[in-house]
């Protein structure tokens, strides 16, 4: 028989872990189809191979209480609030899944009277606008595919929230492919998130019926025997949200006593492996002396200006960079908290 869930918390991280548990979980005897829904805070949610400073303001994050995430999946960047709603497909690990788990939200709005269609990208789509976003993964025998559905969502904040800060970042970066977006009720006026999920359930049977997979009517809460504990501590770690990201540099123009140099910074595992200058002059002065300071520290604005203004010594040129990179840099500890 096929599972159908919902959880009824707000918390991105628990959302994850609970995804995660019930995804990791399914090749534990016969793999079963199982559904899934959540809605979450306002947060910012990454693809698993993505570099956070590239899709996002993290300074604005910070501002704005925006939570900030990276999935166990692949894919681009992605905004959440409780206007959209995050549906999760569960089962047997074939690429042919990937699309027929789509094909049911995309039957799902048509039966709301949406003239929905799925695209080659995997994204779903009313006429040129976009309204849904998917991503996969895989494990075992068993694959995942979830789908992030605008039905009522802040569209001025989801614009925001996805616009990185200005750096000179370069690196194996994967960056999200950018599209107009529409809410479902600009074509359907008085649509609740109720009827949405109601008409996924009813898509979902019927395409497990097809299969002679007995469905229940409605979704219950999470069992209690899925244990999330695993995944949420994965989801509040420093280096899984961070440290994950792939190896950049980050250029740096510095200003020092009436001239310019230019170094850049190698970030591995989100912290500082390597400084590089030109061959010669200041810039290669100022990359030993940067390299021997910041090796080894998080790519963290606030952790890396200390440490120059430790090292400074009374230099200007020091203590100008150290303020540049602590405020172009944006401070990472707040992601982690409670």
Known sequence: MAAIYESNELEPRLNLAIEEALFRGCGDGAVRPVLLFYRNRPSVIIGRNQ????????????????????????????????????????????????????????????????????????????GERKVAGSAFAVAGRCA??????????????????????????????????????ANLVEF??????????????????????????????????????????????????????????????????????????????????ARVVDVRGDACGSAAAAAGFLRETLHGLRYDGPELEAALVRAAAGSACVAHLAHLLGTRIPATDWVCAE
Not at 105 to 114: Q, S, T, Y
Not at 150 to 178: F, H, N
Not at 189 to 194: K, V
């Open 188 to 269: 359907r006026p008085g649509l609740a998130m109720d009827d949405v999920k109601a008409a996924v359930v009813a898509a979902f049977s019927k395409a497990m019926a097809a299969d002679g997979i007995p469905c229940p009517s409605s979704p219950v809460c999470r069992p209690e025997s899925i244990s999330t504990t695993t995944y949420l501590k994965q989801y509040r770690d420093w280096d899984w949200t961070f440290g994950h990201t792939p190896e950049f540099t980050h250029a740096v123009d510095v200003p020092c006593e009436g001239d310019a140099f230019r170094v850049a910074l190698a970030v591995r595992k």
């Open 144 to 181: 995942l595919v979830h789908a992030c559905v605008l039905v009522e969502s802040d569209l001025g904040r989801l614009v925001r929230a996805l616009q990185p800060a200005e750096a000179d970042i370069d690196g194996r970066l994967v960056p999200s492919v950018s599209a107009e977006v």
């Open 51 to 126: 570099n956070p400073w590239t899709e996002c303001d993290l300074g604005w994050l910070a501002q704005n209480r925006v939570r900030l995430c990276r999935r166990v999946s692949g894919g681009g960047a992605v905004y959440h609030d409780p206007g959209n709603l995050n549906i999760s497909f569960i089962g047997v690990r074939d690429l042919a899944e990937r699309e027929r788990y789509l094909g049911i939200v995309v039957e799902a709005l048509r039966g709301l009277g949406i003239a929905a269609r799925l695209c080659p990208r995997h994204a779903i789509r009313v």
